[in-house]
């Protein structure tokens, strides 16, 4: 259950960080409301990443540095969105923190599908 629930917090999050992306520079308002539902999700994730560390990923031994540095990537990654959301908002250029963003977010999703509580694709 709780795999489920941070795999939906981040995959909405991720949706909604493109819609607000869109959305920037265009409908301020919109672009403003989207942003925080954004911020908000930002929280859901990062508390279902704690929750199934502690629940689960503490006990499975072998693996705890590799959950700590999964952890370290997902705040990397949330940070990544919202300096491209800023710094969109600010008029400045993006590129080069939207390919951080691209290559940190892979890197993550890659060593979440690694790790035992993940989805078992590899």
Do not use: C, Q
């Not at 917090?9 to 520079?25: D, E, R």
């Not at 999964?70 to 969109?88: A, D, T, Y």
């Amino acid at each position: 259950m709780g795999t489920h629930l941070h795999i939906t917090a981040w995959v909405l999050g991720i949706i909604l960080f493109f819609v607000a992306f869109a959305l920037s520079g265009k409908n301020d308002k919109g672009a403003k409301i989207v942003h925080m539902i954004v911020r908000l999700f930002y929280l859901l994730i990062i508390a279902t990443g704690v929750e199934l560390y502690v629940r689960t990923g503490m006990k499975i031994p072998g693996f705890g540095g590799e959950y700590i540095g999964k952890m370290i990537f997902g705040i990397l990654v949330i940070g990544f969105m919202e300096m491209v959301l800023v710094r969109k908002k600010k008029g400045k250029s993006v590129t080069g923190v939207f390919v951080g963003f691209i290559v940190v977010a892979i890197v993550t999703i890659l060593l979440g599908l690694r790790l035992p509580i993940g989805f078992h694709i590899f």
